[in-house]
């Protein structure tokens, strides 16, 4: 259990809608990351954040937005959903934006149909 | 793009000692080595990084050579739960770099 958690586990959604998933980072840690991980592109970085503030970003479709609030939660907003953002969604946290161990989340499952 | 090369899979016999290569040719010298590894569909695993001298912890032993064009993770003694994909990444330890996750290498571990 790396102590970073992440609900809800599995959605199941159809296309054109707007999903929310959460993720809340380890006791202590001020950096929350959003990595992206479906078969064909692999594991990739989204976003990153710091004390609520956005440090980081990557591969993250304009359609697909974060935010950290005050209490450290994260959360992940995904809209017009396609087919293609099926995908497990993962949260990593870390102590400070640049620590070299992050700690990541088991995942939530998202399955657009 | 990822910047490091790795076999796609490897078998290694339970109890033996498993060595994953990892090329990172174009490494900068302020880039770490970093290998995460990811079991079946659960998150991402730190398991160790070395800048230029091996490492070892309680989970394994980085071998870095001495150009720093590749690297060896070292699992000691490996188990069925060894079982997993192994990512080697390069990335500068301070600032905002993100983790750039390649292909990885998917290691089997055989009873």
């Known amino acids: 259990d790396s102590g970073v958690t992440q609900t809800p586990k599995h959605l199941i959604t159809a296309t054109g809608q707007r999903v929310t998933l959460r993720c809340s980072p380890r006791s202590g840690d001020l950096s929350v990351y959003w990595y992206q991980q479906s078969l064909d592109q692999g594991l990739q970085f989204l976003i990153q954040y710091y004390n609520g503030e956005e440090r980081a970003k990557g591969n993250i479709l304009e359609r697909f937005s974060a935010q950290q609030f005050p209490d450290l939660h994260s959360e992940l907003n995904l809209s017009s959903l396609e087919l293609g953002d099926s995908a497990l969604y993962f949260c990593?946290?870390?102590?400070?934006?640049?620590?070299?161990?992050?700690?990541f989340g088991p995942g939530t499952r998202l399955t657009v149909t | 793009d990822a910047k490091t090369t790795q076999p796609p899979s490897m078998d290694c016999a339970e109890g033996r000692a498993a060595n994953l290569p990892c090329n990172h040719s174009?490494?900068?010298?302020?880039?770490?080595v970093y290998w995460y590894r990811q079991i079946h569909s659960q998150g991402p695993q730190y398991i160790i990084h070395g800048l230029k001298n091996n490492e070892t912890n309680e989970m394994a032993s980085l071998i870095i050579t001495e150009d720093r064009k590749s690297s060896t993770l070292i699992l000691p003694h490996a188990t069925l739960r060894d079982t997993a994909v192994y990512y080697c990444?390069?990335?500068?330890?301070?600032?905002?770099?993100?983790?750039?996750f390649g292909k990885g290498t998917r290691l089997s571990v055989i009873a």
């Open positions: 990593a946290s870390s102590v400070d934006a640049s620590s070299y161990e992050q700690y």
């Open positions: 174009t490494i900068s010298g302020n880039e770490y």
């Open positions: 990444i390069v990335r500068v330890e301070s600032g905002n770099t993100p983790l750039v």
